[in-house]
């Protein structure tokens, strides 16, 4: 059975530590920077990228030391035979950064979902921001719970083979499966709020809910908002086993989750409008699940229990550079024209 490097009982507070600080971060993203609606622009957009990439890496140097220091001074596991506390504190580093790495890739197919709904309800580019802030909000509520079933089920082989399948089917099917459109109205979340709750015509600013002659109604912002949220589960369905095929560490997995989640609203917005030119990355993150699903089936198996964190890198890194290199190297196929133009 495999070591618990950051068990509960001994880092509950480095959980609630880094929660607060996801709290005031983004208490000062919507209450200081965004306070007053506007259109997101590239340059600001790019800005808060690099400025999230670059709190994740700081982290995850300081991860390194904190792990030394506490491996060190820890007898639980220093009375293990053969354990090193500097090799423990190296994988653990490398395997929150991979799992980073993953978790920022799959999250490039969340922008491809969020284009379409934004573009299917007409929302303006002022009200995009704060309707991505609260379905980050509630991602990260939704990833958590994620992440603390899968650490209590991955404790199972076979649910660990079974989840390392599945993301090789997920894959496959995303590699040759049909693009079919997406119809946000016919989403079940959708059905079931317009059953219990009446939605204005328009929009009415930037509120999700207003009220009318006593009554409660909802917007369209509102309908938009679920429809997110909704598509986020959907991803969580898959990302939650990838990066456990990264790292068995609760810690990690929550922590590299939650920083690719953040940075999500910026990278949205950096990219939304030049999206359709990575149209062969669907086919890189199809290769990196399929990795990840052979990973946790099969390659750690063979590979004595543990499939090494620096080959694991490197082949995602690869797969993920390759993909969007490939997709600025080849032009997209011009789409053919709508026949009821």
Do not use: C
Not at 185 to 197: A, C, D, F, G, S
């Amino acid at each position: 059975m495999e070591i618990a490097l950051f068990p509960l009982a001994e880092t509950w507070w480095l959980y609630g530590a880094f929660v607060l600080f996801v709290m005031a971060m983004l208490a000062l993203d919507l209450g200081v920077f965004h306070r007053k609606s506007h259109a997101v622009t590239f340059r600001e957009s790019a800005t808060w990228t690099v400025v999230w990439i670059s709190i994740a890496l700081l982290f995850n140097v300081g991860l390194y030391f904190f792990a030394l220091h506490s491996f060190q001074d820890n007898p639980r596991l220093m009375g293990i035979p053969g354990f090193d506390p500097q090799a423990a504190a190296l994988r653990s580093a490398l395997e929150f950064l991979t799992g980073y790495v993953v978790e920022k890739a799959l999250a490039v197919d969340n922008i491809f979902v969020f284009t379409v709904i934004f573009a299917y309800f007409a929302v303006p580019p002022a009200w995009q921001h704060r309707v991505l802030f609260y379905g980050v909000l509630g991602a990260l509520v939704f990833r958590a719970i994620f992440i603390a079933l899968g650490a209590v089920l991955m404790q199972f082989h076979w649910v660990v083979v079974l989840a390392g399948v599945f993301l090789v089917l997920t894959g496959l099917k995303l590699m040759f499966g049909s693009d079919k459109p997406m119809e946000p109205e016919r989403n079940p979340v959708v059905r079931l709020l317009r059953r219990v709750l009446p939605i204005t015509e328009g929009f009415e600013g930037q509120r999700f809910l207003v009220r009318r002659e006593g009554r409660l109604y909802g917007t369209p912002l509102l309908v938009t908002l679920l429809v997110v949220e909704a598509s986020d589960i959907v991803f969580a369905v898959d990302s939650v086993p990838a990066i456990f095929a990264v790292t068995h560490e609760p810690l990690l997995v929550f922590t590299s989750n939650i920083f690719a989640i953040l940075g999500l609203r910026s990278l949205y917005f950096m990219l939304a409008n030049v999206v359709d030119r990575f149209h062969l990355i669907k086919y890189g993150l199809a290769l990196i699940l399929v990795f990840v699903g052979l990973k946790m089936s099969l390659l750690n198996h063979l590979a004595g229990g543990k499939f090494p964190i620096g080959v694991s890198l490197a082949v995602i890194g690869s797969i993920l550079f390759a993909s969007i290199a490939l997709s600025w190297a080849i032009p997209p196929k011009p789409k053919a024209p709508d026949p009821a133009a």
